[in-house]
């Protein structure tokens, strides 16, 4: 009876279709099921010269001879990038510690869920984050900069007669004109700071916080620069684009993102009004 079980055991274990292997706490492998094989190529009772057991992570796992869930890793196996969740559970030994492990290939899982987060933080056409995402960011980053004593920068953009565009060069044009802004704004920004949509034709800049005014004043130098007046290919046209901005700066401790990025709304309409942008002079 007992070599019945043992030989079912070792059947289905062999035959799982979840790679499993048994480890030493040193990472040695004593058995390794078929799919495990095909995952380390390398044969079974084989020092663990593979790289996910080369994994300081796993190691440590194995060296504390408990039991754990949902270790991720990511490897890059041949030249493509790979990611693994991992579960791990002691099952004794007769001289040794040894762990099960259960290894599963999540690549494509992984890869699906960061390309849902991606679509529902980004705005379809312009790559731009959108309004949510982007006052999150707004809020993450007055987090930072109060915690440094640090200042921020919001500046609302909104293109100029947005509507005559679509009227003069049609839907896709004005979706030209709204890609072409999009990137010509993450281009000066880089880095330091992100890009939103925030409405259809508007767009809202968050600086990274700083600690003082004067690395403000560069950046909104080159922005200033960039939207008095952008030509944008379009067919056989090049279609003149001018935009209108205002900008706020964080300065009071629990403002919320929303206000900040309301407050630079408003400083826009107010530039408008004034006719004070840039080389817009009647």
Same mark, same amino acid.
């Given at each position: 009876m007992l070599n019945f079980h043992l030989f079912h055991y070792e059947k289905l274990f062999e035959q799982n279709p979840v790679a499993m292997m048994?480890?030493? &706490? /040193?990472?040695?492998?004593?058995s390794a099921n078929l799919q495990a094989r095909h995952l380390l190529e390398s044969e079974p009772f084989k020092p663990a010269d593979s790289l996910i057991l080369d994994n300081p992570l796993i190691m440590q796992k194995l060296k504390d001879y408990r039991e754990f869930h949902g270790l991720d890793i990511s490897l890059c196996q041949a030249g493509l990038r790979r990611e693994y969740r991992i579960d791990g559970r002691p099952v004794g030994g007769r001289f040794r510690s040894v762990v099960l492990l259960t290894i599963v290939d999540i690549t494509a899982s992984s890869r699906k869920l960061k390309q849902l987060a991606y679509r529902a933080s980004h705005d379809s056409l312009t790559g731009a984050l959108n309004r949510r995402a982007f006052l /999150? !960011?707004? /809020?993450?980053? #007055?987090?930072?900069a109060d915690k440094l004593s640090h200042t921020l920068m919001v500046v609302y953009i909104d293109i100029d007669d947005f509507k005559r565009i679509n009227s003069e060069y049609g839907y896709e &044009?004005?979706? +030209? #004109?709204?890609?072409?802004?999009?990137?010509?704004?993450?281009? #000066?920004?880089? !880095? +330091? &700071?992100?890009?939103?949509?925030?409405? &259809?034709? /508007?767009?809202?800049?968050?600086?990274?916080?700083v600690p003082s005014y004067s690395e403000i004043s560069e950046i909104i130098l080159k922005l200033t620069a960039l939207i008095r007046c952008i030509e944008v290919p379009y067919k056989e046209h090049m279609i003149p684009v001018s935009a209108s901005y205002g900008a706020s700066l964080y300065s009071e401790n629990g403002e919320s993102a929303s206000a900040i990025v309301e407050r630079a709304d408003k400083a826009m309409h107010y530039m408008q009004g004034n006719n004070l942008q840039p080389d817009k002079e009647a």
């Open positions: 048994t480890v030493t &706490g /040193e990472g040695l492998i004593l /999150e !960011k707004v /809020e993450m980053t #007055v987090n930072e &044009g004005g979706d +030209r #004109v709204l890609v072409s802004i999009a990137g010509s704004l993450t281009g #000066v920004i880089g !880095k +330091r &700071g992100v890009v939103g949509r925030v409405g &259809g034709d /508007e767009f809202a800049v968050c600086m990274n916080a």
